[in-house]
């Protein structure tokens, strides 16, 4: 069978650790000193650490892995039995890798010192170890004492009347318990802030009460319930609250926590503080800043007396962006505090004029006093005046005839602008221009007109700029500025230009109608509909003789971000050269709106257009056929006869050249000429018919055909035989 030795350092296959409590696990395997051995088998195939004696308590075996995947399978974490298991079997390294991951979780935090007993057996596959045993040995800590005075809570808080004859019990039920040991040595009552002679625990009015001596728990739980009680036979309770501090100490002199019973006092008020005035009616300036002290009252209150003080609270304020409220500097002395729920100075004449405040002295439950606060807000000039109008201003282009001059003021904007104080001088204002204007183009009057002393002429500058001072009448003065865009509107003061350079152009007489001849490029510097531009096209030598047109015009942006207007000159009607070889055109552009310039309110162009000639006539002979007689035997290069042809095109086009279409007879031309190229022959042959091409000199050439019919005549020039 296997052997298993938990701990090869000592004798025995057994082995032990020490587990102190609140450690919360501890491994229950050293791998390092466990040894595992089989005679007969290296493979082990299953494996258990069992805990034999677990306490009623949160304690168990788990197994933790630092490996993703293993060789065998474990059931039972995080219970009292662990175990593996393994199908193919797993060598005695991994059984002891196995036994390291194996811990022992006690989460009690009050242990008993119960030694446990772990057993671990290993099975080969034929038989079982024996069982090797882990002793786990406990270290228990000693536990402090545990006290509360309010059902399971430490501390307790309680209340005592100012007056009242009967003590205060100064807890609720009194848990006291010790985990460790069942006697105390020590406990101690104290009231810690004790300022009065008559006050104390229980009814001694000590300050402290304490008890020595080992006795069991149950005796000083006696002690605590008898002594935690608090009284004050004092007529005037001094301060708002008391502090007592309770705690025990075990047999061993280690004290528990200290608990306490906070004590509230309730006072009891006899008298009513009374201040020096039922009314006051302070002034404060509308910028006083936050924190300012609206008023101060002070009081005297036959029941405190001045050492213990009073309660003031103030209400009455309907502004929501005002904080009304109290400091007390002194026990009878009241600050009315005034601050702002925005973060800004509280007040703001504008805004409210006056409050009414209402200060109780003392407390709901006490006799109190109210006294009221008249409050007046002064105005300053703390609101600069401001412009109110968009900050672009239209002004239209004016003329160039306008006669402009030193007292020449045109006005077409007068600003506004409004101040927020409520009283004059303060909210009364004037206008003015800050910047001196170096061309002096504009100037404003007291009451925000805008004077225009130069011409505008939106081509030469679109946009100005402007820059308006208002400033009131209040001291010290105060004034605000605006600039203002000036966007100067367009007239209808410019014609159309051309931005393309004529020339004279040329087009062949054959070229299909929309076929472009020129492109019109126009700039009119206007904007708008003002910019807008129509034509007419005018024959000067034929009037309505429409062979061009324009094409409408379309905007197009330049390189230079620069917007103009294009159309097309194009062909409108057949051309033909051999009937007109010139136009003259008269390009007359202007506005459809209505100019308001000082010039020609319309451009005319005088437009030069050349007819090409095109190979576009067929030449034509002057008869469909030649007949012609020639004497046989004459010389190469004898003149057959004349023939003509024509071509109504111009140039090379009409230029012709004669061919005989069958170029191995023995005819050619020389010009219109039909010559021979070899003497003829009538006993060969007595006639010829043949086919003559009349070829012009255009791309392509064009041909015209017509007929020879030739006799050849007879001479005697043959030997009778």
Known sequence: PPVIDLD??????????????????????NSSIVSLTDSDSPLFYNGTVSLTNRQDVPEYLSFFSSQDSLDYTVYGNNS?????????????????????????????????????????????????????VTRVVLNCLNDLPQLSLDAGVSDINVSFTEGSTVPTQLYSSIDLRDID????????????????????????????????????????????????????????????????????????????????????????????????????????????????????IIFTDADLGSDNGIICQVSGNTDPLVIFYIEQPAPLICDVIANSSTGYVPFDYERETSYTLTVVADGVECLHTETTIELSITDVNDNAPYLTDNTVVYLEETLI???????????????????????????????????????????????????????????????????????????????????????????????????????????DEDSDRESEVAVIDVLDIDIDVHAEVVYTLDDILVPRRDHFTLLPFEYLTAPNNERFQRSRLIVNAPLDYEEVQEYYLLL???????????????????????????????????????????LENRNSSTVVGFVDATDLDSGINQELTFLVENSSLPFTFSGNALQTTEPLDRETRSSYTFEILAVDGGVPQLTATSFVFLRVLDENDNVPT
């Open 588 to 630: 007359t552009l202007y506005n459809p709106s209505p100019f308001e310039g000082v010039n020609l309110d319309r451009l005319q162009v005088p437009i030069n257009i050349t007819i090409r000639d095109v190979n576009d006539n067929t030449p034509s002979f002057g008869a469909p056929s030649y007949s012609f007689s020639l």
């Open 401 to 507: 005839d306008i006669a402009f001059s030193a007292n020449f003021c045109l006005y077409q904007f007068t600003f506004s602008a409004t101040d927020d104080d409520g009283t004059s001088p303060n909210n009364q204002f004037t206008f003015s221009i800050p910047n001196a204007d170096p061309i002096n183009t504009y100037s404003v009057n007291a009451s925000g007109a805008l004077c225009i002393q130069q011409p505008l002429d939106r081509e030469i500058d679109s946009i100005d700029y402007v820059t308006i001072q208002v400033q009131d009448l209040g001291s010290p003065s105060l004034s605000s500025n605006q600039t203002y865009t000036i966007t100067i509107t367009d007239r209808n003061d410019n014609v159309p230009h051309l931005i393309t350079t004529i020339e004279v152009y040329s087009v």
């Open 8 to 29: 090869i350092l000592n004798v025995g296959f057994d082995s032990s650790i020490v587990f102190l409590e609140d450690s919360l696990f501890a491994p229950v395997f």
């Open 181 to 296: 040991s069942v006697n105390l040595q020590y406990a101690e009552i104290t009231v810690i802030d004790k300022v009065q002679t008559n006050e104390g625990v229980t009814n001694n009015l000590e300050r402290s009460v304490n008890k020595t001596g080992l006795a069991p728990l149950s005796e000083y739980s006696d002690f605590l319930t008898s002594s935690l009680f608090y009284l004050s036979t004092e007529d005037e309770l001094v301060g708002d609250s008391r502090i007592v501090s309770v705690f025990v100490e075990d047999s061993d002199g280690d004290p528990s926590v200290t608990v306490y019973a906070f004590i509230q006092f309730i006072h009891v008020c006899d008298h009513p503080p009374v201040s020096e005035q039922s009314t006051y009616t302070p002034q404060i300036r509308e910028d006083a800043s936050s924190g300012v002290i609206v008023q101060r």
């Open 80 to 132: 009292e039995e662990i175990s593996f298991y393994s199908k193919q079997g797993i060598s005695a390294a991994t059984v002891i890798q196995f036994l390291g991951w194996v811990y022992f979780i006690n989460l009690e935090p009050n242990l008993t010192c119960i030694p446990r007993i772990i057993d671990t057996t290993v099975y080969d596959g034929d038989d079982f170890s024996s069982t090797a």
